[in-house]
């Protein structure tokens, strides 16, 4: 059962692509000549790692490289990740003036808006709410764990959340950050008993067929770093036909 739709956002301008697939052009959300957004497929990496597998960035550098036919290097600077498992919006920026500011907003979460969506097998105890927890990070085992009050080495966590959505088995939930915190909506959601779909490392029972967890970076809203105009940028939902019957 469908109980939301998702409109853009009042004001500013919204942009978004109809396709979530095969080429990086088809995947391109924004560009102008100091940002390019595009959606990252689950199982993307941001940037390169220990894997060695060809990351989003050198993807967009190569885009814009062959696009515009630049000699050389192409400058490209990342301002944010989403974990491997996660499809979304991604924002780059093009330009050596729009990252420091850029990075600035980001770390200091002010003129950003970030919005998730999460499929999740447990309805929340509240249809909407607010969870406050503080994380700690195991470095080793790349995970987070919550707790309810402040302990050593801690960092506070914020979201809100609203049941947006449901199907016969999974609830869909969309998700604000208020912070930036490592695997926070996986580790916030799981503490209150509602671990995203397929993400085992936080409580699933199974995994997802393709490697990815249920968790969508659908719309990023800013003030542009040098324009300050107001754009909000959307990824199309997965292929993945339980986000079409229970988001379409």
Not at 151 to 178: I, M, N, Q, W
């Amino acid at each position: 059962m469908i109980e939301h739709q998702f409109p853009s956002s009042p004001g500013g301008e919204t942009y978004s692509s109809p396709l979530l697939g095969e080429g990086l052009g088809e995947r391109l959300l924004f560009e102008d000549n100091h940002l390019i957004a595009v959606a990252k497929e689950a199982g993307d990496i941001v940037q390169g790692d220990k894997t060695g597998d060809v990351p989003l960035s050198d993807m967009v550098k190569a885009y814009l490289k062959d696009k515009y036919q630049k000699p050389g290097n192409v400058y490209l600077g990342v301002v944010h990740r989403l974990d491997r498992p996660v499809s979304g919006v991604v924002l780059f920026a093009k330009t050596s003036k729009a990252l420091p500011r850029l990075n600035k907003m980001f770390a200091e979460h002010k003129g950003v808006r970030k919005t998730y969506l999460a499929i999740v097998a447990t309805r929340p105890p509240q249809p909407e709410g607010t969870l406050t927890h503080w994380l700690t990070r195991n470095e080793k085992q790349n995970t987070a764990r919550a707790y309810d009050r402040e302990v050593p080495g801690s960092k506070k966590a914020v979201l809100t959340y609203r049941l947006v959505g449901e199907s016969d088995r999974y609830f869909l939930l969309e998700v604000e950050l208020h912070t930036g915190r490592h695997h926070q909506i996986r580790c916030q959601l799981a503490k209150i008993g509602c671990p995203i779909r397929g993400d085992l490392k936080y409580g699933a029972p199974r995994s997802n067929p393709d490697g990815s967890i249920s968790l969508h970076a659908w719309r990023l809203e800013l003030e542009h770093p040098v324009s300050h105009q107001t754009i909000t940028i959307e990824a199309p939902l997965p292929k993945e036909r339980l986000w079409q019957e229970i988001a379409g």
